[in-house]
């Protein structure tokens, strides 16, 4: 899926640009293996939890609120066009839900259920059902 790809591009760009000593996070080390905002202080400075920011900017099957993104957007600093743009890839858009058919929905699905003809009136007879010692149920 590109939106997923474009989404971790995105955010991975925004996390980058931003100096974590200009937030007034704390040195964790001399060595950073990444120039900006780790993803565990993103997550913390949206409140949300690290697992939650990772599924959310590789774009896994989740749908996050309008709070979170709101969050998250401040978190990274974000202006409108970037607002917008974070907005829109981590959400898929609904005419494309809506279009796409759902994989246990088939073709097949349909002329099945138009084959399917109810069964006769059951009687008032009990039903049989043979155990494997060969006794009823």
């Not at 925004?14 to 974590?20: G, N, T």
């Not at 607002?83 to 005419?95: G, I, K, L, M, V």
Request: a neutral charge.
């Amino acid at each position: 899926m590109s939106g997923n790809v474009d989404l971790t591009q995105f955010s991975r760009r925004c996390r980058d640009r931003i100096d974590p000593e200009s937030l007034g996070l704390p040195e964790r080390g001399a060595y950073r293996r990444v120039p900006g905002l780790r993803r565990e202080e993103v997550a913390q400075l949206a409140g949300v939890s690290t697992d939650y920011y990772i599924r959310l900017e590789q774009g896994r099957n989740i749908t996050p609120s309008d709070s979170v993104l709101h969050a998250v957007a401040d978190a990274l600093r974000l202006d409108d066009a970037e607002r917008s743009t974070c907005r829109t890839s981590s959400r898929p858009s609904r005419a494309a839900a809506r279009a796409a058919p759902h994989p246990a929905c088939s073709a097949p699905a349909p002329a099945l259920c138009g084959s399917w003809t109810p069964s006769p009136k059951p009687d008032d007879s009990p039903s049989h059902s043979p155990s494997d010692d060969r006794s009823s149920l």
